[in-house]
Antibody, heavy 121, light 107 residues
Framework: EVVLEESGGGVVQPGGSLRLACAASGFIFSDYWIHWVRQVPGKGLVWVSRIKGDGSSTNYEASVRGRFTISRDNTKETLYLHMSSVRAEDTALYYC??????????????WGQGTMVTVSS | DIQLTQSPSTLSASVGDTVIITCRASQSISRWLAWYQQKPGKAPKFLIYKASNLEGGVPSRFSGSGSETVFTLTISSLQPDDFATYYCQHYNTYSPTFGQGTKLEIK
């Protein structure tokens, strides 16, 4: 079965750090760009970051650039999002999503169930 | 950055109806548009790519059209399972963006 499963969410104080993980199974993880997308409960989807299959290229949404770092360990088939200097507005459900492998840029054909991050003192 | 604006934000319809959701881009995106369906407490589900191509397994009552800046998602003969929130997405960019969503409610 092809699956993405996020973990690592929780409550973190403003200014603190947290590392999210996304474990993949059922497909060749290193072949795919993988993204983080977040969603404030009851609100819309917001793209956060992406990383190429071999880890050689990354991109970030402007509000997280310089604070969040995306990385991956293809030997463990796991994606990470290291969040630092977190703010209240980072509170959201964080999804990892696989970009379809049909071309240079594709939509997201596989999503995890999400892990909730709450920034609160 | 390209902005996507969906309309309406909320849509009330009955089983059997045909509904149309519109997604407008702030500048031309050719046909690099996808549609997703999201139900409460669930992850988004990928429906359509390149504006009009159905992902495998998606019922044929779903259809997409459009190009450049105006796109539509049409759902014909609504089924109970279709009541959900729908998002458009511009991809083929280093910074993908989503529309704000359209909630399809049962009338």
């Amino acid at each position: 079965e092809v699956v993405l499963e996020e973990s690592g969410g929780g409550v973190v104080q403003p200014g603190g750090s947290l590392r999210l993980a996304c474990a993949a199974s059922g497909f060749i993880f290193s072949d795919y760009w993988i993204h983080w997308v977040r969603q404030v409960p009851g609100k819309g989807l917001v793209w956060v970051s992406r990383i190429k299959g071999d880890g050689s290229s990354t991109n970030y949404e402007a509000s997280v650039r310089g604070r969040f770092t995306i990385s991956r360990d293809n030997t463990k088939e796991t994606l990470y999002l290291h969040m630092s200097s977190v703010r209240a507005e980072d509170t959201a459900l964080y999804y990892c999503a696989r970009e379809r492998d049909y071309g240079p840029a594709e939509p997201f054909d596989l999503w995890g169930q999400g892990t909730m991050v709450t920034v609160s003192s | 950055d390209i902005q996507l604006t969906q309309s309406p934000s909320t849509l009330s319809a009955s089983v059997g109806d045909t509904v149309i959701i519109t997604c407008r881009a702030s500048q031309s995106i050719s046909r690099w548009l996808a549609w997703y369906q999201q139900k409460p407490g669930k992850a988004p589900k990928f429906l359509i790519y390149k504006a009009s191509n159905l992902e495998g397994g998606v019922p044929s009552r779903f259809s997409g059209s459009g190009s450049e800046t105006v796109f539509t998602l049409t759902i014909s003969s609504l089924q109970p399972d279709d009541f959900a929130t729908y998002y458009c997405q511009h991809y083929n960019t280093y910074s993908p963006t989503f529309g704000q969503g359209t909630k399809l409610e049962i009338k």
